[in-house]
């Protein structure tokens, strides 16, 4: 299969993890979904609403940071390879990596658990460990290193 537009996630990275990929250390990049960012992750219909997956039975919440009992409602768009980059500047490394699977999984607090909360219009964020909403992130499993491009190093 080949990278086109449609099949592939651009996105930036730092250094230590891009090096880390390109090693073979680091076989999964994790990426927050966020209001600004889910309709890069999530298959979304035209008005920019994600696509729910078949297995989930009504009476959902359908927020994207819902928690739904750690069960992630939607679907993710099915990239095939990453595209990343070192940051933003013209010159700079980057690589093409296959994806095989896509996964999502409940970002962690500092102590380690489970990043869940309570929001509300008079209170706004209260962290609670029995939160019904939750940070939520994608998580792409990384296979092959396709292709590498180092910017020119500097002698």
Avoid at 62 to 84: C, R, S, T
């Amino acid at each position: 299969m080949e990278a086109t537009k449609e099949n592939t996630l651009y996105l930036p990275i730092k250094q230590i993890y891009f090096d880390a990929i390109v090693e073979g250390a680091k076989k999964e990049e994790y990426r927050e979904i966020k209001d600004t960012t889910y309709k890069k992750y999530l298959r979304c219909d035209k008005d920019g609403v994600p696509d729910i997956r078949d297995d989930i039975p009504d009476g959902f919440e359908d927020d994207i940071m819902a928690y739904n009992e750690g069960n992630y409602p939607f679907v993710p768009v099915d990239y095939k390879f990453l595209h990343l980059a070192v940051g933003y500047a013209k010159e700079r490394d980057s690589a093409l990596v296959e994806v095989e699977n896509i996964s999502f999984e409940i970002a962690k607090d500092k102590k380690g658990n489970d990043a869940r909360f309570f929001w509300d219009e008079q209170n706004g964020v209260t962290i609670d460990s029995e939160g019904d909403l939750a940070i939520w992130n994608i998580v792409y499993h990384l296979g092959k290193v396709l292709e590498i491009k180092r910017k020119p190093r500097a002698d």
